[in-house]
């Protein structure tokens, strides 16, 4: 055996594969993102499946990262069943989640935006497929886990007025109405020769910096092209966007950096792969790798319709000139079937030794993955927001009701208000029981 930069007498054994599988539509696909349709014109850069399996002690898991807006359980749950007959692994055991690309298809039909439903019955198996590939060749690997802080790229893009409202933007406000997260985590995966083979990745950042109409993965895909020129072609991103629902990459202070466009995603792809280069390459190995998960599906009211909605909507309804996002909220407020309803809301936690993965599916705010972190009971926790499912946006319980959009009801909010409490403590109650001494 080649020599090896680690020293692995005590290391656990550990087996892993990686690979990723093309699931670009067709050029004249509608993109998401916006409240207006964008008819694809070109592909810019490939949207990729890119998939991790790990194993020890007889234990599998599975992490794949889809650069799409986001991912619907009528996708995911078809695209488990097939990795579950190709590989063996249950549904339970693999995560699915999504980097939130503005500049690809949406995924979610009814939507504003058209689907491309032909596309969209293939995807469960493309999905799939990255995870059969991973399966197919694997290796003897090494976990290097480590974190990093990034404090220039992006700010909470709510702000606070002077009435104690919110509001997206920076103008008229007197600041923002929330943190950021800082901290970029990241583990490298690697052969006991040193080869990298992936490499894991976990910033909350909204993924809208690309702009036009070309298909585009957008910054997580620059980051993964400026780690392929680091470590090779074969090494694959595993991007798992953080809580970013109320978090953006423009800035509260003057930047001489344009704020959007190709430019503006290479940058910040470039920086974050700088920044998982940096926390990985100085990490220790780690010598713990027990594998364990736990998926639950737990219950959560929807959104009723309320007063205070009804008389925004007449006061839209009886204006002259309405924008597509305000013939989107009157429609969606007169068709919306949730009334009175629980949500089956899908909650996620996978452990390898000392890192945790936590999945939740929506646009989650940051303050709700700061506390996951804070209670987590591992060193190492990742929190992947658009996984498994949708919900739309998660907003803190005290924001749920200041007007900003993310918050707002029907036009970004499907569950009450406090519905994101919900969601934190019971995923705080399956990392202790998943991680937990």
């Known amino acids: 055996m080649a020599d090896s930069p680690y020293k692995l007498e005590g290391l656990p054994d550990i087996r892993a594969g990686a690979a990723q599988v093309e699931i670009t539509p067709p050029v004249g696909t509608s993109l998401a993102g916006y409240f207006h349709d964008r008819v694809s014109e070109g592909v810019r850069d490939p949207l990729r499946a890119h998939a991790l399996i790990l194993e020890s002690a007889g234990e599998k898991m599975a992490l794949v ?7 619907s359980r009528d996708t995911v749950e078809p695209a488990k069943r097939i990795i579950e007959q190709q590989t063996g692994i249950p549904p339970s055991n693999v995560l699915i ?72 933007g920076k103008e008229d406000v007197i600041g923002p109405a929330g943190p950021i997260d800082p901290e970029l985590v990241a583990m490298s995966v690697r052969d006991h020769e040193g080869e990298v083979h992936a490499v894991i990745s976990n910033y909350a950042m909204h ?3 690309m702009g036009g109409n070309f298909i585009s993965a957008g910054w997580p895909g620059e980051m993964a092209k400026a780690l392929a020129q680091v ?35 290479t940058q910040m792809g470039r920086m974050m792969a700088g920044l998982a280069i940096n926390c990985t390459e100085a990490a220790e190995p780690m010598e713990t790798a027990e594998i364990s998960a736990l998926l639950r599906v737990v ?26 996002k305000d013939r989107f909220i009157v429609e969606r407020f007169d068709e919306w079937p949730h009334d009175g309803e629980i949500a089956p809301v899908t909650l996620q936690v ?37 996984a498994n499912d949708w919900f739309g946006y998660i907003p803190t319980s005290d924001q749920a009701d200041r007007g900003a959009y993310g918050a707002k009801p029907i036009l970004s909010r499907r569950l009450c208000g406090d519905g994101g409490r919900q969601m934190t403590d019971d995923a705080q109650v399956m990392m202790w029981e998943d991680g937990g001494e």
């Open 65 to 71: 990262s889809c650069d799409l807006i986001c991912l």
């Open 231 to 265: 470590y090779g072609d074969d090494c694959i991103s595993v991007f798992l966007n953080g809580t970013c629902g109320d978090i953006n990459h423009h800035h509260w202070t003057p930047s001489r950096h344009v704020g959007k466009g190709p430019h503006k995603s």
């Open 97 to 168: 989640c999504a980097t939130h690309t503005h500049t690809g298809p949406d995924t979610r039909a009814g939507r504003l935006i058209p689907t491309n439903e032909a596309w969209l019955a293939e995807l469960p198996g493309m999905i799939a497929a990255s995870v059969e590939a991973a399966a197919a060749d694997t290796f003897d690997a090494i976990l290097l886990p480590g974190r990093h802080s990034e404090t220039r790229l992006g700010s909470n893009r709510l702000g606070r007025k002077k009435d104690g409202s919110e509001v997206f």
């Open 350 to 386: 996978l452990r390898i030794g000392e890192a945790l993965f936590v999945g939740l599916p929506g646009e989650v705010f940051v303050g709700w993955g700061l506390e996951i972190k804070h209670w987590s009971p591992r060193q190492f926790t990742f929190v992947a927001e658009l």
């Open 207 to 209: 993924a809208d910096t």
């Open 299 to 324: 219950e959560i009211p929807y959104y009723a319709r309320d007063e205070q909605m009804r008389a925004e909507v007449e006061a839209l309804r009886a204006s002259d000139e309405l924008n597509e």
